[in-house]
């Protein structure tokens, strides 16, 4: 099983731990004519459902050579997403999902925390190996 692979299925199982349901997986969005999913992988678009509370999440693993091409690419993806959610499901919260070694390393930079906050880029960190569910983190 690949890294990405490995992450989806960690971040589901700990969503489920933590009491969601999997509704989609992935989520199939469309925006302007045009179909909106995540590519294969970590990076699967899906949503859970919990108390009448309903989120769709993006997971990244941040493994490429560019950190910060990958984050530009983060933002494009999450900034379409959450245009095609305010149309399709407005009740719906979107986060990006990212393993505790992944914040750690990296979203402790200021320029990752400034590309969060000025995108109110809401966040679920989780630990892949217990499968829990550490932080969420809503902007």
Known sequence: MSKRDSLHLSLCHALEKD???????????????????????????????????????????FDSRSVISELEKTIGQIQFYQWALEEQEPERILFLAISQSVYLIHFQKPIFKLAIKRNKINLIVFDSLKEDILQWINQ
């Open 19 to 61: 009491g969601w349901s999997i509704t989609d997986d992935p989520l199939i969005l469309i925006l302007e004519n045009t179909l909106l999913k995540a590519d294969l992988g970590a990076e699967k678009f899906f949503t859970a459902e919990k108390n009448n509370q309903k989120i769709a999440v993006e997971v990244k693993d």
